[in-house]
């Protein structure tokens, strides 16, 4: 599957494409991109790297380190809420799909039974 495939661009209701204002496709590269493995890990990188060449500066502010480590973990925290939701999202997806395969079906069941009621109606 691609990293950036939308999952609701085959529902029948959902605007997709071209129908999506400039802001609403921005929200989905940026939500498709910072809810993935790569971003959640050159994140978890990029700071472990500056926390280390802060460890070896002098810092006269206290809780320095503390704070960073904070930060790092509120966006971790996003990044993996992101991740989670795009899951949900396949998973969401997948059911409506399923859903819509077995409606045609029921659909195609109910107009051969009703043409055999007709049939059978037209019979006697």
């Known amino acids: 599957m691609p990293p950036m495939e939308n999952h609701w661009d085959y ?8 129908d999506l204002q400039f802001r609403e496709r921005a929200a989905d590269w ?7 493995w790569t971003f959640f890990m050159s994140f978890i990188i990029m700071l472990s790297v500056w926390m280390i ?3 070896f500066t002098a810092d006269p502010k206290p809780f320095f380190l503390l704070n960073l480590c904070l930060s790092m973990l509120a966006g971790l925290q996003g990044s993996a ?6 899951r ?6 997948d059911i409506a799909k399923h859903h819509l395969e077995i409606s045609e079906e029921m659909h195609k069941l109910l ?6 009621h007709v049939h059978v109606e037209e019979t006697k």
């Not at 949900?88 to 997806?93: F, P, T």
């Not at 107009?111 to 055999?116: A, G, K, L, N, P």
């Open 53 to 55: 060449t802060g460890l």
């Open 30 to 36: 940026l939500r498709l991109g910072m809810g993935s």
């Open 88 to 93: 949900a999202d396949r998973i969401r997806s």
């Open 11 to 18: 529902h029948p209701t959902v605007r997709s494409g071209e």
């Open 81 to 86: 809420l992101l991740i989670s939701d795009k």
């Open 111 to 116: 107009r051969e039974i009703h043409e055999v």
